[in-house]
């Protein structure tokens, strides 16, 4: 049952000093009728309160174009909670959280909107001491970002004197490195980096926040982290289902900028990242932008050579989807990361929709030991594999080699497995409410800084200008399958082959 002992103040700590922060807020979500606030936000919202993660001195305003009362409204967040929450609605708790809900309707455009918002918010402060501090949740198509960053700041919603003023925003952020800049521009002239959380949604996710403390907490994993021991690394997101009702966001997108420029890179520069000297926010930043640049310098013979792309068959039939659509709905990247660390091992990226699995993972293949013990008898060993399972399943795996039982002296490769979503009591949080948390603590780190963005933009941006001028031969996949032969060939060339990922290891076996 829930016990109501919300944190006024929460406490961090900062190099080694307990920093005392003011977390009473108003969350201010425009987009507040949108999908992802009823299948995603309110949610966590609702999960944060359950865990005692959301401050008393708090309340959330969704902004939305529809007419409604903040009854109808409330009654229409209750059903998502309802059906969305990881956590079984409580009704008790729900009677905390509806009150703290209004809804104030308005177009972005309408300045009298923004006017009648402030005024509500400053008597909001009132009832709930909320100080002035806000959190501008951007949960809105990308073409709005900066109208309604403007209009904040036109209308003198961000002053960031005694109070504090940030904003999340949702991705894609720029469409290229141009857009992006230019984002960014209007952003900071309004919000300075520190208040400004970009959201990759991954990095909210468990076992994303796990990969540094299994690479850096562990001493059998950090030493052979590296050129000498690791012959290659597969990071793949696949999905099952096709565009659904997105066609129309995902034509202008294609794989490559939903998922490779954000969440795949991040990937990257988590497995591939040298220890931070600490875990502050920009150690961490820091280390990230560092892999970012040492990404192998891509010229038009290198994309045509490491990049593959593919569409599946019956995209072009997808609703708001063009008939002759070259919207690419599979990536699949060789990459190198040029340091010392990693020089000369290729980094293998795929993502795409239709795929045989829903599952993100991370393989790790290790080099083979020399040949003399075993080889002669029993033929070339199993690789020793170390798996990262990021979604559906948490978790990690190891497969090494050992002698089957019984007389006749086999080797047989062996797993050990570690799910940590299939333990009793380990209901892991979903990444929006670790990221809403996080941003109302003034905790940055799990978003991503402008840099990171800039450099991927970078690198994505040199696959998209060689994939633009080239007609690709699409469809070129069926659903169902992993992708066009190319994605193969790509690792075939290089005497290896894509391990099959989400829970069917035993294939290869
Ligand atoms: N949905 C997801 O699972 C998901 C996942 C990751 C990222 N995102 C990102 O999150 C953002 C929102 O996505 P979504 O799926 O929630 O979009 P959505 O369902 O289309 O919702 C859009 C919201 O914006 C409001 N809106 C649009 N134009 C408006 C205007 N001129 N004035 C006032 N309100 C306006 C709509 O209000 P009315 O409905 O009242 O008109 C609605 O509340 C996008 O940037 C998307 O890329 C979404």
Redesign the pocket.
């Known amino acids: 049952m829930y016990r109501n002992s919300l944190c006024l103040r929460h406490g961090m700590e900062e190099g080694g000093t307990m920093v005392v922060m003011d977390v009473s807020s108003i969350m201010v979500i425009?987009?507040?009728?949108?999908?992802?606030?009823?299948?995603?936000l309110m949610p966590a919202l609702y999960n944060l309160l359950y865990e005692k993660n959301l401050p008393e001195n708090f309340c959330i305003v969704s902004?939305?174009?529809?007419d409604k009362t903040d009854d109808l409204y409330r009654n229409e967040v209750y059903e998502s909670i309802k059906k969305y929450s990881r956590i079984k609605l409580d009704e008790e708790l729900w009677k905390i959280l509806r009150n703290k809900i209004y809804y104030q309707?308005?177009?972005?455009?309408?300045d009298d909107g923004y006017a009648r918002l402030k005024g509500f918010l400053n008597e909001l402060d009132e009832n709930y001491n909320t100080d002035g501090n806000r959190i501008f949740y951007?949960?809105?198509?990308?073409e709005?970002f900066e109208l309604i960053v403007e209009k904040l700041n036109e209308h003198g919603m961000v002053e960031n004197n005694k109070s504090w003023q940030r904003v999340m925003i949702?991705?894609?952020f720029g469409r290229d490195l141009n857009s992006a800049v230019y984002l960014n521009k209007k952003i900071t002239d309004v919000f300075s980096e520190k208040n400004t959380y970009r959201?990759d949604?991954y990095l909210g996710k468990e076992m994303l926040q796990n990969i540094m403390v299994i690479r850096f907490a562990n001493v059998f994993f950090e030493p052979v982290w590296n050129n000498k021991y690791i012959d290659n690394v597969q990071i793949s997101s696949s999905e099952t289902v096709g565009v659904e009702n997105?066609g129309g966001?995902y034509e202008k997108a294609g794989a490559l900028r939903d998922m490779i420029q954000n969440h795949m890179l991040q990937l990257l520069t988590l497995t591939a990242m040298e220890p931070p000297v600490d875990l502050t926010t920009d150690s961490i930043h820091d280390e990230k932008v560092k892999v970012l640049k040492s990404l192998q310098e891509l010229t038009p013979e290198l994309v045509l050579k490491n990049a593959v792309r593919g569409q599946y068959e019956g995209y072009r039939y997808e609703d708001r989807v063009s008939p002759d659509s070259d919207t690419e709905t599979f990536a699949a990247l060789k990459v190198f990361v040029d340091n010392f660390r990693w020089a000369g091992v290729p980094f293998y990226i795929r993502t795409g929709k239709k795929l045989p699995v829903k599952s993100t993972e991370i393989i790790i293949q290790f080099k083979p030991l020399p040949g003399i013990l075993y080889f002669k008898e029993y033929g070339e060993l199993m690789p020793n594999l170390l798996v990262i399972k990021i979604q559906p399943e948490e978790g990690v795996f190891l497969q090494f080699n050992a002698k089957k039982p019984g007389t006749l002296n086999k080797l047989i490769p062996v797993k050990m497995d570690f799910c940590q979503n299939c333990q009793v009591g380990m209901n892991s949080p979903e990444a929006y409410e670790r990221l809403i948390y996080d941003a109302l603590r003034g905790d940055s780190t799990l978003f991503t800084r402008w840099d990171e963005v800039e450099y991927s933009w970078k690198y994505v941006d040199k696959i998209a200008e060689v994939w633009r001028n080239e007609k690709p031969d699409f469809p070129n996949y069926k659903p169902g399958t992993w992708g066009p032969t190319d994605a193969d060939n790509l690792l075939l060339k290089d005497n290896f082959k894509w391990w099959s990922i989400g829970g069917f290891y035993d294939e290869n076996l």
Do not use: M, S
């Not at 902004?63 to 529809?66: I, L, Q, T």
């Not at 309707?105 to 309408?110: L, N, R, S, T, Y």
């Not at 951007?138 to 990308?142: E, I, K, S």
């Open positions: 425009f987009g507040g009728t949108g999908d992802l606030t009823h299948r995603k902004v939305g174009r529809r309707k308005f177009d972005f455009h309408d951007l949960a809105v198509a990308p709005y949702e991705k894609p959201i949604h997105r966001y």
